[in-house]
């Protein structure tokens, strides 16, 4: 079937409306990732980089290390001379983006080392092998392994998992430390939430055969459920208790609480015992923050790692700190001693510095990352999907795998189908860019498309698509069921102009902007089929499109033009097609 990725796609290119756009399309279906290479390119081809407005994490870096490595000519094999220009741009790009100088020069001299001398492989260029040295290194500088790649990412596991329960009766516990501010509280329902319904269970995964487990996003892989008691530890920050009461409420997770007057040690042992008597398998303590590290907070956090002994001691740190989060991380496992980090605010405007950095300095690994505001907004931390992040080569499977937390497999195949077969309704486009809407803003949903990131769209630009969407949805639902079901009475119907005046009038839009959304929605069913036919007519055993698929010369006249329109009328006639907008 036409896969999800394939869908928002489309459905951004009709909202961007006119931005050429390289991507990397995923041809097959949910569960098999064969990449192959499509260039989609809108009408009116215009670039939107070089936008002066503010970036995004990584935005800065990535569009950097673009340009750096871009100086390379059509060179053979990689000397000292020809690599040393884009070295010294990619040191200065990572110290623009505050990452720790000495995990720069480190990762520059790895760099170095894994270029210099090498033949350039054939069918590369010598820029694409730079790029690919430059993403092994950052994949071992953030935890992940180089040399043991997969061929498909499908199957990558975190780079570092949580402490599960070792034996029935004695729950795994998780003590979370940080400084004010970092989001620690937040932090806290977050995993409870991610641990209560979406931890994979890799025991269950391993199994399986690898043929199945091959076939699986983690949305589908079996997942621990694992029974979350939060415990608030925090009773000097005013209303911390409250707010974690609130987080547990929303997500369905219980937290055990006793007050603001009492012992935060004391908190954490009679929650630890409430876990064992009540058959919780794991316990996250909220503890105290402070606005500096001070010996106050490391002897409460020294004391309380003593008696409860916590199977996981993990560090929140903000990301917007950049690699202050790395001498952060650093500080905290010298003197209590933790197992990782909590990198929050992962969605900021900060340079990126921290994810690089925390690593390298402390030799603590990343564990998960806040990825929004909202309480799902937490992820595993993957080298290889950040290191892909920063080289501004996207992250496709992340973002198919967050498509289809939101679409159930049956749902999946009956809309692909329906685009295949070029059946495709207003029905199925308001649906699917609601699905889309749900992931994210479209700017953070389309950085995550090879070629996206870097600042190659800007922001204005992605703001006016976003408002344009929901116009598209407002004369959707000024349809009738009828208009909805069957786009052709909008686009060839004789009916066709009275009938978008009225809906553009219902729905607040103008008459222009009606004639835009059909003649934007009529592209889309013709890239869809044209989609089909390069993947060899029948994709996955279905058969040629038999709908009404309608050609791009067949896209709606504008009004303006009585000679264009007396042409269009003409040509349709001579093909039997009806009347339209004309």
């Known amino acids: 079937m036409l896969s999800l990725n394939a869908r928002i796609v489309l459905i951004l290119l009709l909202a961007l409306e ?17 990449m192959e290479q499509y260039i989609v390119v809108a009408s009116r081809r215009q670039r939107l980089a070089g936008s002066t407005t503010e970036m995004n994490m990584f935005d800065q870096l990535s569009s950097a290390i673009s340009d750096a490595t871009s100086k390379f000519g059509n060179k053979k094999r990689m000397t000292e001379k020809s690599i040393k220009p884009a070295l ?3 040191r200065r790009a990572l110290l623009d983006a505050d990452v720790n100088i000495k995990v720069a020069d480190t990762l520059i001299e790895g760099v170095k080392t894994r270029s210099l001398g090498a033949e350039v492989t054939r069918g ?7 790029v690919k040295a430059m993403y092994d290194e950052l994949l071992d500088m953030m935890g992940g392994d180089s040399s043991t790649q997969k061929t498909s990412t499908i199957n990558n596991i975190p780079a570092a998992r949580l402490a599960k329960q070792k034996n029935v009766g004695d729950p795994a516990i998780v003590l979370l430390a940080g400084l004010q501010g970092a989001g620690k509280t937040t932090a806290a329902g977050k995993l409870a939430l991610y641990l209560k319904e979406r931890e994979v269970d890799y025991v269950q995964v391993n199994a399986m055969s690898e043929e199945k487990t091959s076939q699986m996003l983690a949305s589908r892989m079996p997942k621990t459920n694992r029974k979350v008691l939060l415990a608030a ?7 911390a208790i409250k707010q974690l009461e609130v987080l547990g409420e929303s997500i369905g997770v219980e937290v055990y609480s006793m007050g603001t007057e009492a012992n935060p040690v004391d908190i954490a042992i009679n929650a630890v015992q409430k876990a064992k008597d009540e058959g919780f398998d794991t316990v996250i303590v909220d503890t105290a923050g402070r606005q500096v590290v001070d010996t106050d907070l490391m002897d409460e956090l020294r004391q309380m790692k003593e008696t409860v002994k916590p199977d996981e001691t993990l560090l929140v740190v ?5 690699q202050e989060a790395a001498s952060l991380t650093s500080a905290f496992d010298s003197a209590v001693g933790i197992s990782g980090a909590i990198l929050t605010k992962l969605d900021g405007d900060s340079r990126g510095g921290a994810a690089v950095s925390v690593r390298g300095v402390s030799g603590k690994p990343i564990k998960f990352v806040g990825t929004g505001e909202k309480t799902p907004d937490l992820e595993p931390f993957y080298p290889d999907r950040m290191a892909s992040r920063i080289l501004g080569m996207g992250d496709i499977v992340s973002l198919v795998e967050k498509a289809a937390s939101l679409e159930s497999d049956a749902e999946a195949e009956r809309v692909s189908k329906k ?8 029905d199925d486009f308001k649906q699917q860019s609601e699905m889309v809407a749900n992931m994210g803003s479209l700017a953070s949903v389309a950085k995550m498309l090879p070629g996206m990131g870097g600042g190659a769209l800007d922001p204005k630009k992605m703001n006016e698509a976003e408002i344009r969407l929901k116009k598209n949805n407002a004369m959707i639902c000024s349809m009738t069921g009828k208009e909805r079901a069957n786009p052709n009475l909008l686009l060839r119907d004789q009916t066709a102009r009275s009938r978008l005046k009225r809906i553009t009038k219902g729905s607040g839009a103008t008459f222009e902007e009606g004639l835009q959304f059909m003649s934007e929605f009529q592209k889309m069913r013709t890239m869809m ?3 089909q036919k390069q993947m060899g007519g029948g994709a996955f055993g279905l058969p040629s499109p038999g709908g009404d698929s309608i050609d791009d010369d067949e896209v709606l006249p504008q009004m303006g033009n009585r000679k264009t329109r007396r042409a269009a009328k003409s040509k349709k006639k001579s093909r039997g097609g009806g009347v339209g907008f004309g």
């Open 18 to 34: 006119g931005v050429e756009i390289v991507f990397c399309f995923i041809s097959s279906s949910l569960h098999e990732f064969e």
């Open 88 to 90: 010294r741009d990619v």
């Open 124 to 130: 590369v260029t010598s820029e694409q092998q730079f």
């Open 233 to 239: 530890a925090d009773v000097y920050r005013p209303a």
């Open 318 to 322: 903000d990301a917007m700190t950049g």
């Open 419 to 426: 685009m295949l077969e070029a059946k495709f309704d207003f």
């Open 529 to 531: 089929s044209r989609m």
